[in-house]
């Protein structure tokens, strides 16, 4: 793939571009096509070490960078993403899938982030308490963690790696970053911007590209690396809380998600409608806040049922680079796990109101139809399971205990929606639901002015928000006597 971001297909180690130690390299794919668009370095141990010594160097803690220094750090990369959006947005469209508009908009949506922490890094600085308990002037200073590794996923190559890195330098932390190896191009493209248009101290962001076990590995135990950011999957997450446990490292976790989409009988079809759309098909239903159970009122369910179905055998799918509602699925393991949950639901006795039975799919691509069954039960694996792709399965209900049970029928806590017109019910099922994120006539999922994360399986820790910033910092109280 040509591109001016694209110059450089390797790792980049104290503020240079550096080759794998080995010379190993690995395919990157355009989903749509099946085409080979690049060959990246991947990068062995003694380069992830090598990137650590080299945000270790960076690391000031006795004279940290001030807050106007790091505020122009992240305006510098806001302004780059801005200015970049349209071919930012070309290579995160090749390599993920998803349309282009929607991949230009994502860019966007990073930019926010660092817009968001440079508009509220004086939230940083120290303050004195007003009282003087035992006789002592007490001052509350934010210190940078140290060195953080940033491990992101595929389904958002670039606004996952906005939340957390644009926290981090806003704390003054130094970021080993290892991108999801089937997206590292516009992680690639957001550092070639970052080395040619932001004056930031050498080591103090680094790309590790490559295998997981390998980079993982070297994160977890090396001593220098204080915190992890991770997003992706529970069982990962479960993993490196085990890894980092004998060092006691701050975990920053986005796990995964299971997402009631809750439709009362008095709520607004065609609105309820129009917002699952929006949530459940974005980047091809391939997100951890997408709905995943769609739970209607019996007394609604049939004729939201039959709303649905008419918008959904409207969209197309194909290419993102053509105008499409929805690209491919980002591989062949995705693709398989979307057939296998509506066929083990149809086994099952669900009924297909939109899209194409399994039997008639070849398989031979990634584009998978969107689909609506209807008559899920507890026992079908879409029910239990996260599907990650274009499935929309409803379950009806009866009462509102019956949607608050089935809505927390999940180990999962990061993302539920709720929709009704009588407001004394929205607070209360909000406040039942076991969700970090609970929206309420609106399919809206993370902005950066506003905490996200997930309570019980789905993580620890916040990103977006005032409370997104402080993740990266340690309080240190400095009582001063007299």
């Not at 450089?8 to 690995?26: A, C, E, I």
């Not at 690209?327 to 066929?343: A, F, M, T």
Request: glycine share 10%; charged share 20%; hydrophobic share 40%.
């Amino acid at each position: 793939m040509e591109s001016p971001l694209l110059k450089n297909l390797h790792g980049y180690v104290g503020g240079r571009w550096k080759d794998s130690g080995d010379g190993n390299t690995f395919d990157v794919f355009n989903p749509a096509t099946g085409e080979v668009i690049a060959r990246v370095a991947s990068m062995t141990a003694e380069d992830v070490n090598a990137a650590i010594d080299a945000g270790s160097q960076a690391l000031r803690l006795s004279n940290p960078y001030s807050l106007e220094t790091r505020k122009g750090w992240l305006e510098g990369i806001r302004d780059a993403l801005l200015n970049n959006k349209e071919e930012v947005g070309r290579i995160l469209c090749s390599e993920h899938g998803k349309p282009l508009k929607e991949a230009q908009g994502e860019v966007e949506y990073a930019a926010g982030f660092f817009d968001y922490a440079a508009k509220h890094i004086q939230a940083l600085d120290s303050h004195t308490l007003a009282e003087k308990p035992k006789d002592c002037t007490w001052t509350v200073h934010y210190r940078p963690i140290g060195v953080t590794g940033l491990i992101t996923p595929w389904n958002f190559p670039i606004g996952m790696i906005a939340k957390k890195l644009s926290a981090a330098l806003a704390a003054g932390c130094p970021s080993v970053i290892k991108p999801a190896s089937e997206t590292p191009l516009t992680m690639i493209a957001l550092f070639t911007l970052m080395d040619e248009q932001v004056d930031m101290p050498a080591g103090m962001v680094n790309l590790v590209m490559g295998k997981a076990s390998v980079i993982g590995k070297v994160l977890c135990e090396h001593p220098d690396v204080t915190m992890l950011s991770f997003t992706g999957s529970t069982e990962v997450g479960r993993k490196l809380l085990i890894d980092t446990s004998d060092q006691v490292k701050k975990l920053a976790l986005e796990l995964g998600g299971n997402a009631p989409f809750i439709v009362f009988e008095d709520a607004d079809l065609d609105a309820a409608v129009t917002n699952l759309l929006g949530n459940k098909f974005r980047g091809g239903g391939q997100t951890c806040v997408c709905a995943n159970r769609i739970l209607v009122h019996e007394k609604v369910v049939e004729a939201f049922g039959r709303k649905l179905a008419d918008k959904v055998n409207a969209m197309t799918v194909g290419d993102g680079m053509t105008d499409v509602d929805i690209g491919p699925l980002i591989n062949k393991s995705g693709y398989d796990k979307v057939h296998r949950h509506v066929s083990d639901a149809l086994d099952k006795g669900a009924t297909l109101m939109a899209g194409r039975h399994p039997s008639e799919l070849t398989g031979k691509d990634l584009f998978y139809p969107p689909t609506v069954v209807s008559g899920i039960t507890r026992e079908m694996a879409c029910y239990k399971e996260e599907t990650f792709g274009p499935l929309v399965p409803m379950v009806s209900f009866g009462s509102e205990d019956e949607a608050i049970k089935v809505g927390n029928d999940t180990e999962f806590g990061l993302a539920a929606y709720l929709f009704t017109a009588d407001s004394e019910r929205a607070q209360r099922v909000a406040a039942a639901l076991r969700f970090g994120h609970v929206g309420w006539n609106t399919g809206t999922g993370p902005t950066p002015e506003a905490p996200f994360g997930g309570m019980k399986a789905s993580g620890i820790g916040r990103e977006g928000g005032l409370e997104g910033l402080f993740e990266f910092v340690e309080a240190q109280t400095v009582p001063r006597g007299f």
